[in-house]
């Protein structure tokens, strides 16, 4: 005996269900979508096959596939189904960071400036003498403490197709620990699929004032911190073998919290602050993820050679609104602009491992467009799914739950009616722990387009 | 007999690829005089230079007929290049180093290339008593940061005095605000900068031997943790062992003797006076002591500690014995560095130096100041090929600086530069169309009330 889900009654329930609940359907332990076109990422393409999901796990897939007695049946025909996509440099889920301006990277030169976040403004800013006073620090912050199911934009990521986040805290120079997380889920606690994704760090000060007040400042604070942490953790090893003669090290949450750190996240937009930030982190002696990349298309060579993952900025730099028509700008700032959605195509053609994020963008299928952009411009479309996808995970060091369309990875899938980064195309469901979700109802765009709920199709409407 | 003549051809060619001679044109050796001749440049040194040379088949030749040559200038004191210059929220920063800021695509470096600077002192700016840690670069415009560094020179650290450094910390100075008095930065005032300086190499004394000690116990057997490494302190303790120089701004002689004292103190050597526009007053103790100074040929009055000096301050010290250099200072656009060999000729006018002592001071005496003169300086054999050729005499004012080489690299050439121009401009130009096309398509449609 096979049901169909009731999509229909769900979504006719959905209206009356206050939004910060999850739309979600009756949680089918066992649940097969078959007779979909399903991307695997990491497989190639299945034109007509079936995912089985069982206890929110992969654990069948394939055109031959079968589908186990009392399975739940999404009839796939008509949809493609994809991996969940993933931000990889996010707050979503921190509501706290919902307020705050977007932290776009850009400029030159200098790191990626980065807005102030919510509840910083409010803490009085310290006046800092030195490294030891710690200056805009919080290593001992994770995001997985801070996650949340009630965060607002949850629902407009999923409604994209994003599932995953790797979500940071990001005030002042180190905000903290960033979590890998599921874009859902019944509790706080388990939206968590990796708690220790890095730390974050960023080159604007932010929290202080005084030391250290220039970029220079900012790396010697950040190589200070580093030679602490290594001198603490030898003080401690020390200590607990020899108490006697060993001074017992006083405790300090920001180099326990530098210890803790499994890799760093660095901003670096052109390839001169690539240059420093990776010089950086191998003093550090941490593996390194960089963040906020503009300039991707000329960093190639060296990223690949430095064996170097990064975070693109898909906020790609345009000339700014209004500007002063009279404006002379220089070759080097016409080519960034010009060249800058090449950028994935670039790495993608080096092998440099690289994925995208929401930084700095308005909303969740701005990304999507993004890379569609890039699309044109020569990237091919499974390099621009794996970096939503698979290579966010590899980066991530969860590449054995997250990223593809496998068995025994976590049912983190989203459904469409067509090719993801065609924009008439419309996400249908999202699979999350095999929870299924469904994107919330569009609010019309554009100039006086409020909240008012307009009515959407069902999806038997669609087909 | 063909495979032959090939081989030989290539072994030729292979030979002239690192050869280069400049021929026949006014050399200025700034050290063994002036003549007419010509420079064999090979693989990035200069080979030999006379009136005669040997000119090796396949050699690329630079005709210099009527040009005059000079060894690339050096420029002792500037902040171009560099993506922040001052940590001025303590007055011990001597844990920043600039060379983490150099920024190789700054078009500043280009323009001091085509004034004829092949080499660049970048210091940290004058904002605290010791400030951060400089760098040395060759004008290599191209290359990345790392291939900008001069290699092999001796680091050195910046120290400062005077108005810019207790300003910070005197309310009746810039910056102070309502409520901000807590946020001061100490000192206020010139004897709290002596005592900054002193502190800061008492400590650094002390870390020192810290280090000795858990040495020595180490050294015993004993189990020590080791001494915590302190980036602030660490450049302070390789000026006492002698291993970094002292670039120390500063104006008045007061001062310049203060800081002498604490010098003497700690038995510090290696350092260079910058602007120090009153070491006229002070030049025999500057002398005495081996030091050095790099000031301005005539520019001054631009704050109150800057006004007790005159044009003569370069000839004075020289002539007293003091190893004197003319540097540009520039921080914003390359300015005063496009035409230092103009600076040079200023002390020709006030204090009636030689050529050869002029051109020295954009040199030869930087170089030797930076403790790079084994490698820069003059032409001379099997220094670095760092050649500029101008037009007419360098201590003209209508001298144009025609091509420079660096490590026996053609890095500038003026020709060049203005046949590129409106390649550049129709680049730009297309590149701003196409940008507008593309803004012009995604323009939202303008939609007209219903």
Known sequence: MRHIIPV???????????LQTPLRAEVPPLLAIQDARIVTVSGGVIEKG??????GIIVDVGAGASVPKG???VDGKG?????????????WGIPEAAAAVPTAAGGRGGGAPAAPQAGQAQTPQTRSWGPADRPGTSSWVKAADQVKTTDRRLEQARGAGFTSAVTFPKSGLIGGHGAVINLG????????VDPSAGLFMNTTPGGYTGYPSSLMGIYAYFRQLWIDAEHYRLAKEMYAKDPVNIPRPEYDRALEGVL???????PASNPITMERMVKLAGDMKSPVVLWGVVEGYRMADRLKQSGTPVILNVKWPTRERDADPERVESLRTLEVRDKAPTSPAVLAAAGVKFAVSSDGIDTPRDVIRALKKSIDLGLKKEDALRALTLSAAEIYGVAAKLGSIDRGKIANLVVTNGDLFDDRTKVQMVFIDGVKYLPPPETPQGPGGGAAARPTESIEEEQ | MRILTLTLMTASWLCAQNTIVIQNGTIHTVTKGTFQGSIVIRDGKIAEVAEKVMTPPGARIVDATGKHVMPGIIDAHTHIALDSINEGSVS????????EMLNPEQINIYRALAGGVTTANSLHGSANSIGGQNVLFKTRWGQNAEGLIFKGAKPSLKIALGENVKRSGNPQGGGFQQGAQQNLRYPGTRMGVEDVIRDAFTRASEYQKEWKEYDAKKARGENALPPKRDLQLDPLVEILEGRRLIHAHCYRSDEILMLMRIFDEFNIKGVTYQHVLEGYKVAKEIAARGDGASTFSDWWSYKVEAWDAIPYNAAIMHKKGVLVSLNSDDAGGAELMRRLNTEAAKVMKYGGLTEDEALAMITINPAKQMQIDKWVGSIEAGKDADIVIYDKNPLSMYAKVEKVFIDGKEYFDRDNDITERPRKEAEKKGLTEKEREIEKKSAPQTRRPS
């Open chain 1, 260 to 266: 803790e750190s499994r890799r760093v996240l660095l």
């Open chain 1, 79 to 91: 949809l493609t189904v994809y991996p969940g996509l993933i931000d990889a440099l996010s707050t």
């Open chain 1, 185 to 192: 889920g019944e509790s706080n606690g388990q939206m968590i």
């Open chain 1, 71 to 73: 399975a739940w049946i």
């Open chain 1, 50 to 55: 079936t995912v089985v999901i069982r206890n």
């Open chain 2, 92 to 99: 011990v920063s001597s844990m920043v180093n600039v060379a």
């Open chain 1, 8 to 18: 229909l009654a769900v979504w006719a329930c959905s209206g009356l269900v206050p």
